[in-house]
Structures are given as C-alpha cells and as structure tokens.
C-alpha cells in the first residue's frame, strides 16, 4: 500500500520554486543582455562608413540587421551561459567522490601536457605561437578528464586509490549505485537480501524517500503506521549488517513531483537502477529505460514452493472482500485469502492451500480453514 502522490510529495517544495523562479529570472535578464550587445555589435559592423552617403535602403538594412542581431543573441545566449553553467552544477552535485578525484587527476594531468606541449608549439610563427599553446591545452585536460572518468575503476585500482571497504564491501564495484524505493525498505525483505551479500554498490536512500517513510510511520492509521515503522527499523539493519554500503542521500530532484517521479529522474541522471515493490513504478521505470530489480521477481525465482494440497499455520488479521473471507499474511508479506475464515479474524488457524496466484505483482495464496478440535479462543 503506497501513499497518493499528494500524501508522498505534498505540494513543490518552496526551495524548488523558489529555484524555478531566480533560475527564469536571471535566464531572461541574460537573454536581454546577450540581444542588446549582439545588436550593438552588428550595429557597429554596419556602421563603419560614412553615414552621409547612406540611403534609406541601407538605413532599413541596418535596422534589420541589428534585429536579427537582437534575436539570435535573445535566443543563443542561454546556450552558452545559464544551460552550460547549471548543467555542471547538477554532474558536479551528483558526482561521487571518486568521479570527482578522477576528474582531478585526469584535469592534472592534461593541463601537465599541454604545459609541456606548448613549449614547442609558442615557436611557431606569428598568431600560431600564441593560440596553439591554449587550444592544445585545452583539448588535453578534456580528454584527461574523459579518459580518467571512462577508464575510473581501473586506474584508481592500478595507483592504489580504491581498495575494500573492510570485510562488509568487499571488492564490489563502487560505481554501481542502487535506488531504494520506499516499497522495498517497508517490504523488509532487501534487508535480508543485502544481508546475503548478493547486492553490489552502495544502497542509495534518497532524503525525500526516508521523509515519505517518516510520514507514513507517523499516520494516524494503525496499520500505516507500523508499516512505516517496519520501514525505519529496515533501514536502521540495513546500516548495521548489510555488506553493501548504505548513504542516506540529500540529492533532490528539481522539476518533478511525487516520490515516484522524483527517484525515476534521479536514475536518469545518476544512471542508477531502482530497487522496488512497486508494480506501477516498476513499469514506468521500464518505459524510461531504467533497469530495475523487483524483488517480488526475485523472490518468485527463489521462493520455496507452496503447493496445493499443503496446509500452513496463518494469523488472519482482517476480514476480505468477499462475505465470510478472512486475511492473513505469510511471514514475506504473500496475502492468504481464507474461506470461511471472517470469525476467525484475530486467531491463528491451520489453513489447506487451495490455490496459488503467481503475478509480477506478488503471489497470492487461497485456502479454508482445516476444522479445530476447540472452539477458537478456547486453544
């Protein structure tokens, strides 16, 4: 059971639109700014005669030419200013800590070539012995960061920068990041998952998602309420005993609403992949082409078989939908659908597997009631 998107998210947060805000505002200023001093350059190019001679054919010409200066300027300016500028903001708000040594180290050593490569190139004749040094500069730090991002593992590995985080890490890939759903953590079972040591990279929490967590641990709906606090007490053994690292992170996702939203495009942009219970999340992450790790899939390829004709001790907690049924729940949340079970909610029953329902969804399991030798509440 997950929280409507206005109980996860609530309404845009005023940071993020105050950032939309300041973000359009200084934009259109440098769109204004980028028009007016692209016409006064054309203006000035066109004007470089002797006005006395001039027509108003040419007068004409250069009013439309400091337009069209105008408006390639209002439109061009964003693409070398504010869309550069914030798109390094947000690779460099979402680099790890090993990318950002890698770009270091690969930064370092470009610039260290083209220092040295521009000795030479400062000989060659005229503007070539001025320009070449900074263009081939340039070009190396590019491709020293590149390669060093692309080649990261290896390198870092070969100069002895990345090693086992202990015993609890072992040698897995730091790179490989995995997005906790709120679904998964209040599930239970990536605990007991991560615990086995399959998992590899680190187990990312997003903030927004321990908040969505929070919320729900503090619902005043009784059963709301302890999922939400079955989802803390998750986090907290993942900490403590699983062998993969676990961040709790404070990236927010601007332009998005609701928790779903918000960790799909935080995949997109971190290139993670998604651990999650969520059918509906599973689905529109797919749709993105984003590689996620359901573990209700994973828990119908390992699970232990449950066969028609078996019977399984169950608490029925509720009643179902349909008149006389009573619910309960197998110690992996899989729901068990009781005939006749509706006077039996509240006690602990034998139950003869009837059926079993197998969906990417979860499985869910029917079944009756066996006959007690005592009156329920008298055992």
Not at 6 to 28: C, D, K, M, Y
Not at 292 to 300: K, P, T
Not at 344 to 352: E, F, K, N, R, S
Not at 360 to 372: E, L, N, Q, T, Y
Request: charged share 15%; proline share 4%; aromatic share 6%.
């Amino acid at each position: 059971m997950r929280a409507s998107p206005a109980n996860r998210a609530g309404s845009l947060p005023f940071r993020a639109v105050v950032w939309q805000v300041t973000h359009l505002n200084v934009e259109i200023v440098l769109r204004f700014i980028g028009g007016i001093l692209a016409g006064t350059t054309v203006f000035q190019v066109l004007t470089n005669t002797d006005l006395s001679r001039w027509s108003s054919f040419d007068v004409g010409m250069v009013y439309g030419g400091c337009s069209l200066g105008f408006l390639i300027g209002y439109l061009a300016i964003p693409y070398v200013t504010t869309r550069p500028f914030f798109w390094l903001r947000n690779r460099m708000f979402h680099a790890t800590a090993s990318d950002v040594i890698a770009a270091g180290i690969g930064l370092a050593f470009g610039l260290l070539s083209g220092a040295l490569l521009s000795v030479p190139l400062s000989f060659l004749p005229s503007e070539y012995g001025r320009v070449l040094p900074l263009i081939s500069t340039a070009v190396l730090a590019y491709f020293g960061i590149a390669t060093m991002l692309t080649h990261k593992q290896g390198i870092l590995t070969a100069m002895g920068l990345t090693g086992a985080r202990g015993n609890r890490s072992g040698n897995r890939p730091e790179s490989r990041r995995l997005l906790l759903d709120s679904s998964a953590i209040i599930d239970g079972r990536i605990a007991d998952i991560a615990r086995t040591g399959f998992l590899g990279g680190t187990l990312v929490v997003p903030r927004f998602v321990l908040e969505e967590i929070q919320h729900i641990a503090d619902s005043p709906d009784s059963i709301r309420r302890n999922r939400g606090r079955r989802g803390l007490e998750v986090l907290s053994d993942l900490q403590k005993e699983s062998t993969s690292p676990v961040e709790i992170s404070d990236v927010d996702v601007d332009r998005a609403v609701g928790v779903d939203a918000k960790l799909v495009r935080l995949a997109q942009t971190l290139g993670c992949s998604i651990i999650t219970t969520d059918y509906n999340l599973n689905g529109v992450a797919q749709l993105q082409g984003i590689e996620v790790l359901n573990v209700n899939l994973l828990a119908n390829a390992v699970r232990s078989v449950i066969l028609q004709g078996e019977e399984v001790a169950i608490q029925l907690i509720q009643e179902g939908k349909e008149p006389s049924q009573g619910v309960g729940y197998l110690e992996d949340g899989t729901m068990v659908v009781v005939e006749n079970g509706r006077s039996a909610v509240g006690h602990t029953v034998d139950v003869l597997v009837t059926k079993v329902l197998q969906t990417a969804a979860g499985r869910m399991i029917f079944g009756r009631m066996k006959p007690s030798p005592l009156p329920l509440g008298e055992g």
